[in-house]
């Protein structure tokens, strides 16, 4: 049996390596975008999570079906490749915008006295998670293809969804009570 201390390590190293490729991942889509003729960032200090209907999209299998029923070999080829890359530039975006989120999370910590420890743990973990998951996703989507990976992207949408919906409701909170204390002075 593993100790707590091995666990934790082996827990550290398997999500730094995951991060490592989710950042390379994001650099080789960059590399692919900019061999295309349109544009896949082009700011992304702007980019929100996308709609959950777009995400199981892009997962979904129902169009694999639809052009496998075809019968090009030339059109599958295409579609297979496209796909593949508009899955990746999504998880790249959301791991973008993850990391866009918690670095504003960050910088409105850093100016708040009223912290709670276990809030600011879940945010951390859920972020975590989030960054792993985004890991999994690149490995998987280069592997097996977007298709295979519908159910564990939909979560991972689900999971960046409520982590910007956190940040936006500790935003306003954060904001009103600035506002509350400006007016009070």
């Known amino acids: 049996m593993i100790g707590l201390p091995a666990a934790l390590l082996l827990g550290t190293i398997l999500f730094l390596l995951l991060v490592f490729l989710a950042t390379r991942g994001s650099e080789e889509i960059r590399g692919l975008s900019s061999r ?9 200090a702007g980019l929100d999570p996308c709609p959950p209907e777009f995400v199981a999209r892009i997962f979904s299998g129902d169009d694999w ?7 090009s070999p030339q059109l599958e080829k295409l579609y297979r490749r496209e796909r593949k890359l508009v899955a990746l530039a999504w998880v790249h975006q959301t791991s ?6 918690m670095r504003e ?44 990976v519908y159910g564990l992207a939909v979560y991972a949408d689900g999971l960046s969804q409520r982590l910007a919906q956190a940040q936006h409701d500790i ?9 509350h204390g400006a007016e009070s002075s």
């Open 171 to 179: 935003k306003t909170v954060t904001t009103g009570r600035e506002f």
């Open 105 to 148: 999370h960050t910088e409105a910590t850093r100016q708040s006295q009223d912290l709670h420890l276990t809030t600011e743990t879940k945010l951390v973990l859920l972020y975590a998670e989030l960054m792993f998951l985004c890991g999994m996703l690149f490995l998987a989507i280069r592997s097996a293809g977007p298709q295979r």
């Open 65 to 71: 079906q639809f052009v496998s029923k075809t019968g």
């Open 36 to 44: 295309s003729n349109v544009p896949l960032f082009d700011d992304e």
């Open 96 to 101: 973008t915008a993850i990391r866009r989120i």
